[in-house]
C-alpha cells in the first residue's frame, strides 16, 4: 500500500498532529516511554516562540498510509553550525515510526530532497535545533524508564538508521542516580554555606500563583542573588567538580555556565538570556 507524505504548515493545527503521533500511535500503552509536554514542543516548534530560528530552519513532515499516520520526522538546518564548521549539514530529528522499509524510505526521501533543495551536501541526526534539544538514538536499556531530556525509541529504529546507510558517530552513556532517602551530609553543608552567605531562606507556599507573583519575574533582586549564588558554587568547587564548562548559548549567543558538583547528584546552572537569568 502506498505511503503518503505530507509537508505540515508551522501552525499550531498542523504541528500538534506532528507532536500527539508518538503518543497516541507508536508508544500508546509503551511503559516506558515518557511522552514531551505538548505546549513545550510547539514553543520549541513554531518559528515566532523558539529563537533558534533566527539561525535555523525547518520543515516538519509526517507519513501516512491508507489515511492513517505511520511516521514522522522533521528537517533542520543549523546556518549558525554550519557556519562556524565550514559544513553544509542538513538534520532529522524529531523521528518517529512504524517498523516498516517502505515507511522510512518515504520519509527520508522527503527529507534528504528538501535537504538538498536548500544547498545541503550530508544529513546526520537525529539531532534538534540545537543541544539544548533531545538528541540520539536509543541503542540500549528499552527496559528502563525514559526521561523528557532523552530520546526513547524501539529496537527497530537502530536497524533502519544503520540499512540506510546511517553510521554511528558518537557513545552518548546515560546514568541513573538514586536519590537517598536522607540529604547527605556534604550537601547539608553546602546547603548551610550558600544560605548564610546569600541571606536565603525556605519559603513555603501553597498556590503556584503566589510564588510566580512574588518570585518569578527574572529582573527581581531575588533572582540575581539566586543566580550569583549559584556561580558562586560553581567556582568555590570548580576542583572538586567532574564537569565544568563555559560556552556559548546557541539560542541567545550569551555564556552559559554548566557544572556537575558532585558524584551523587548534579547542579546544572544556565546564565544566559534565553533561560531568563542575568548574563555574567
Given amino acids: 500500500m502506498a505511503v503518503d507524505i505530507h509537508k505540515l504548515e508551522p501552525t499550531k493545527k498542523e504541528l ?11 508508544y500508546k500503552g509503551n511503559q516506558y516511554y515518557v511522552p514531551d509536554l505538548a505546549n513545550d514542543m510547539l ?4 518559528p ?3 529563537p533558534a530560528y533566527e539561525f535555523c530552519e525547518s520543515a516538519f513532515f509526517m507519513a501516512y498510509r491508507d489515511g492513517k499516520p505511520v511516521g514522522r520526522i522533521a528537517g533542520i538546518i543549523n546556518k ?3 557556519e562556524r564548521a565550514g559544513k553544509a549539514e542538513g538534520r532529522f530529528g524529531f523521528v518517529d515510526f512504524i517498523d516498516d522499509e517502505e515507511v522510512v524510505d518515504a ?4 527529507v534528504v530532497d528538501w535537504a538538498k533543495g536548500k544547498g ?3 544529513l546526520t541526526g537525529p539531532l534538534g535545533f540545537t543541544d539544548m534539544d533531545p538528541e540520539g538514538c536509543l541503542i540500549e536499556g528499552f527496559d528502563q524508564l525514559s526521561t523528557q531530556a532523552t530520546i526513547y525509541n524501539y529496537p527497530y529504529y537502530q536497524k533502519h538508521f544503520e540499512r540506510l546507510g546511517f553510521v554511528k558517530d558518537a557513545d552518548w552513556v546515560e546514568f541513573k542516580i538514586d536519590v537517598p532517602k536522607e540529604i547527605p551530609e556534604k550537601m547539608l553543608k553546602i546547603g548551610n554555606i550558600v544560605q548564610n552567605r546569600f541571606g536565603l531562606h525556605l519559603v513555603e507556599k501553597t498556590s503556584l500563583k503566589e510564588v510566580v507573583g512574588k518570585y518569578g519575574d527574572p529582573s527581581s533582586h531575588l533572582s540575581t542573588r539566586l543566580t550569583t549564588a549559584c556561580l558562586a558554587i560553581l567556582r568555590s568547587q570548580k576542583s572538586r567538580c567532574s564537569t565544568t564548562s563555559r560556552n556559548i548559548c546557541l539560542s541567545c549567543h550569551s555564556t552559559t555556565f554548566r557544572s556537575w558538583l558532585m558524584p ?3 547542579l546544572w ?3 544566559c538570556r534565553c533561560h531568563r537569568f542575568p548574563k555574567r
Avoid: R
Fill in 16 to 26: 500538534l498532529k506532528f507532536i500527539h503521533f508518538p503518543i497516541d500511535v507508536i
Fill in 43 to 46: 514553543t520549541t516548534f513554531l
Fill in 48 to 50: 515566532e516562540e523558539n
Fill in 264 to 266: 551523587t547528584t548534579s
Fill in 120 to 122: 545541503m551536501t550530508q
Fill in 269 to 271: 546552572v544556565w546564565a
Fill in 80 to 82: 549558525l553550525v554550519n
Fill in 107 to 110: 520519509l527520508y526521501g522527503a
